[in-house]
């Protein structure tokens, strides 16, 4: 990965992170943390745009999912549905449970994606889906960038 960071230019670099990080918030196998703190590591690049843009590829990675929940949950039983019946009822609960509050937490493995694609399911709207969703995953990226940042400091 060193190469290719040494060869990329940073918009290229930042598009991979968005990228990364849009995926991670699909069910996809991802790691845009990892992805994260490997570039904050690298050095030559501002941790804070860093964060920023993993933060808004996350959260436009969960609007898919609510959009999913939104148009396609009439296919829920289909196999290539993005969520299991097991994680959408556990979502589906903790989100009678706790209402808007728990988009907060979407940044949680699994239970987060179904979280996003639930609240598609019930008709959050999406302003307060974006809201809740960004803040909980800008906060997340900016403890893993500080924390990072700090080991490098440490």
Known sequence: ????????GPLAIQGALFVSAFLS??????????????????????????TVVAAAGNTLGSLFNWA????????????????SERHLARAKRWFARF????LLFSWLPVVGDALTLVA?????????F???????????YAIVAATTAGALIG
Do not use: H, Y
Request: glycine fraction near 14%; charge should be positive; include cysteine.
């Open 1 to 8: 990965m060193i190469g290719l960071v040494e060869n990329a």
């Open 25 to 50: 918030a699909t069910l996809l196998p991802g790691s845009s943390e990892a992805l994260l703190v490997a570039l904050i590591l690298q050095g030559g690049f501002d941790p804070v745009a860093l």
């Open 68 to 83: 999913c929940g939104r148009w396609l949950m009439d296919r829920s039983d289909a196999r290539w549905f993005p969520v």
């Open 99 to 102: 209402g808007l509050p728990s």
């Open 120 to 128: 598609g399911v019930l008709g959050v709207r999406v302003l307060p």
């Open 130 to 140: 974006l809201l809740l969703v960004g803040a909980g995953k800008l906060a997340r």
